[in-house]
């Protein structure tokens, strides 16, 4: 199933980019320092995985939430 998932995933991304390079659209604007981007999205993915870790490990706060 797992396999399945990643298929449709995979299939996705190439469909939609696909699109966009058929649509012709611009590449992404080269000033863009790509150390920047990195740190960004692993702050991100890092405070998505906390956030989750709270909300698993403490369940009086989602029925507070709720």
């Given at each position: 199933m797992t396999a399945l998932v990643a298929m449709d995933k995979l299939l996705f991304w190439l469909g939609l980019g696909a699109a966009q390079k058929g649509a012709g659209s611009k590449e992404?604007?080269?000033?863009?320092?790509?150390?920047?981007?990195?740190?960004?999205?692993?702050?991100?993915?890092?405070?998505?995985?906390?956030?989750?870790f709270l909300l698993v490990s403490q369940p009086t706060m989602m029925s507070a939430l709720t």
């Open positions: 992404v604007n080269a000033s863009r320092h790509w150390v920047v981007s990195l740190v960004v999205g692993i702050l991100i993915a890092v405070s998505i995985g906390v956030g989750a």
